[in-house]
């Protein structure tokens, strides 16, 4: 059980991607006060959780009402990932933000789909199908967390680490990100 934590935790920091979020909050908040930033943080995180909390509770359901298998989900999902992977390893933009200055807006924008985009989505839905709803749950919990004090903290962490470490480790999450996506789909195969 606690192998099975720790690996859909680490699933998740690198899904959620605390590094790139960082990046991108940095981004969009740059002109901003730091108690803006800090209310974006929360706000973003807090819309995260509950958007995750949503298809945590309901997404096989939402799966079994479009007749959906976990099979073909799995494929669909691991694609998912592995674009996900690929855009982060070459630092592709792919439009996920526009540039507005209002908390709710800029919040919105690192909520979904910075935090929870398609490959959260779909992680939460297999790993509730593979390891039970209690364990993705706290898994995915924990690694928001990390995603919150990344955002929280951004100011004194890019500070600390500069932008080169956050490229570097961002990479190297998008590289673990693109090899779980070819898992999924080989999974998703060979489940057909």
Avoid: C
């Avoid at 209310?39 to 949503?54: F, N, Y």
Wanted: charged share 10%.
């Amino acid at each position: 059980m606690i192998g099975e934590f720790v690996q859909l935790f680490f699933l998740y920091v690198v899904i959620l991607d605390p590094f790139m979020s960082f990046a991108s909050f940095l981004s969009l908040t740059r002109k901003l006060a730091d108690d803006k930033r800090r209310s974006i943080a929360i706000l973003a995180t807090l819309l995260a959780g509950v958007l995750l909390a949503i298809v945590l509770f309901s997404g096989t359901a939402m799966l079994d009402m479009f007749s959906i298998k976990l099979a073909d989900f799995k494929i669909a999902g691991g694609i998912v990932l592995a674009l996900l992977g690929v855009r982060t390893v070459m630092g592709l933009d792919m439009g996920a933000a526009k540039k507005e200055n209002s908390v709710a807006a800029i919040s919105t924008i690192i909520a979904t789909p910075l935090i929870t985009g398609p490959a959260a989505i779909m992680t939460t839905i297999l790993s509730v199908s593979q390891h039970g709803m209690l364990l993705t749950g706290f898994s995915a919990g924990a690694a928001l967390f990390v995603v919150f004090l990344a955002l929280f903290f951004a100011t004194y962490l890019s500070r600390f680490f500069g932008k080169s470490s956050v490229v570097i480790l961002s990479t190297l999450m998008g590289l673990v990100t693109l090899a779980w996506g070819v898992a999924f789909i080989r999974q998703g195969i060979l489940g057909i």
